[in-house]
């Protein structure tokens, strides 16, 4: 493994994590980065942190998230339509699934970059088990894996441990990237991640 190791806290549901994911792996790639896969549940992480689910926050600040996700979007080019039908879902069983992914050491970060491109290009609803299930069979896996991931004790005592490490570690946004326990939150963020990477 790597002696470069990125802690990488996340939601399945978060426009800013896709925005920022392949620019991350490229980042990581270029400093020869571990990145460790860590998606979490933010709706324990929220009110711990004093941040606020999308819908309770006031709507000035709604209002401007939507220009900032057009002017990002354009800027970076990436594919993203911003007002997706199936927004806010539950999110549990895809970020298991991409844990689950991570164990069995079966490219979690590609999981996690097909999971964020159904829910902000392609309007599919990530919360849906047959959603999820055609995205692992266009992963090349097989359904059962689905199952195995819902059913499995150890993602979700991750997802908890993950979740529980994330509030330890004063997270409280998605994405946050933690290098050498320095913490760097949105993916606005990475020119700095980079430049610490190229320190050491």
Same mark, same amino acid.
Request: proline fraction near 11%; charge should be positive.
């Given at each position: 493994m790597s002696a470069k190791t990125i802690d990488y806290y996340f939601t399945p549901m978060s426009p800013w994590a896709y925005l $920022? &994911?392949?620019?991350?792996?490229? %980042?990581? +790639? +270029? &400093? $020869?980065? *571990? %990145?460790?896969? +860590? /998606?979490?549940?933010? $709706?324990r992480i929220f009110p711990v942190s004093g941040g606020l689910p999308l819908a309770q926050r006031p709507k000035q600040r709604q209002a401007y998230r939507m220009f900032e996700l057009k002017r990002w979007r354009d *800027? @970076?080019?990436?594919? @993203?339509?911003?007002? /997706?039908? *199936?927004?806010p879902v539950p999110v549990e069983l895809a970020a298991r699934l991409i844990i689950a992914a991570d164990i069995k050491e079966l490219n979690a970060m590609g999981l996690a970059l097909a999971i964020h491109r159904a829910a902000w290009v392609e309007d599919r609803d990530i919360s849906d088990p047959d959603t999820l299930k055609a995205i692992c069979a266009e992963q090349g896996r097989k359904p059962e894996f689905l199952w195995e991931a819902e059913q499995s004790e150890e993602t979700k005592r991750l997802y908890d441990a993950y979740t529980q490490e994330a509030i330890d570690r004063q997270v409280f946004g998605a994405p946050t990237y933690f290098y050498k326990d320095e913490p760097f939150w949105g993916q606005d963020r990475l020119d700095f991640l980079d430049r610490a990477l190229a320190r050491g």
């Open positions: $920022g &994911h392949e620019r991350f792996v490229a %980042i990581a +790639k +270029k &400093h $020869g980065a *571990h %990145i460790e896969v +860590k /998606p979490v549940d933010y $709706g *800027h @970076l080019n990436v594919p @993203l339509n911003p007002t /997706p039908k *199936h927004s």
